[in-house]
Each structure stands twice: as structure tokens, then as C-alpha cells.
């Protein structure tokens, strides 16, 4: 019996097949907010440019998407790429760089 694995970065193949994808921008730390977010939609951005969202609540509501087809990316406070390691090292899938 052969299946093929779960595909991580869904929103990869949705893109390419030029589906439409549905998310939203969450500002608050919020854990909860997020696991009944990510039940619903495909995406969510955990918004570190601005409001009160450090690295550690990041990560939490990273995880809170666990388990749900929901991709958790995360929108680094400056257009700098050094900013983007910490997000990828706490289990962000994509980033989003302001500015651009």
C-alpha cells in the first residue's frame, strides 16, 4: 500500500494551480484566536511588525495551527533579512517582508 506524504506548504500547489486562497492578519497574541482561525481559513500571518506579538507568542500561535490545513507565515518587523531567521527556526512556513 502506497500513499504519498501530506503535502507541508499546500498553499504552494493551490498558487500554482491559480486557486483562489482565503486568510487573514492576526495582531493580537491570541492562541486561541488563531486555533479557531486556522480551522477556517488557508493562511494565516502572524503580524510581528505591529502590535504586541513577540517571538514567543509567535510561536505559540504557530502551533496553534498544528493539525489544521491552515499555513502559518509571519510578517517580520522591517524589511531586513536577518529578521527572518528567528520566524523560520519557530516553525513559520513563509515570511512576509513589509515595504515590498
Not at 502551533?63 to 518587523?77: D, K, Q, Y
Amino acid at each position: 500500500m502506497s500513499s504519498s506524504p501530506a503535502q507541508l506548504n499546500r498553499l504552494r500547489q493551490m498558487w500554482r494551480e491559480k486557486r483562489p486562497t482565503f486568510g487573514a492578519i492576526a495582531t493580537m497574541p491570541s492562541v486561541q484566536a488563531v486555533q479557531i482561525m486556522a480551522r477556517l481559513l488557508d493562511w494565516i500571518i502572524v503580524d510581528l511588525e505591529h502590535g504586541p506579538i513577540d517571538l514567543t507568542a509567535a510561536h505559540a500561535m504557530i502551533a496553534a495551527t498544528t493539525g489544521t490545513p491552515c499555513v502559518p507565515l509571519v510578517r517580520i518587523a522591517a524589511n531586513e533579512p536577518w529578521l527572518a531567521k528567528a520566524p523560520m527556526d519557530i516553525g513559520a512556513f513563509g515570511i512576509n517582508f513589509p515595504m515590498i
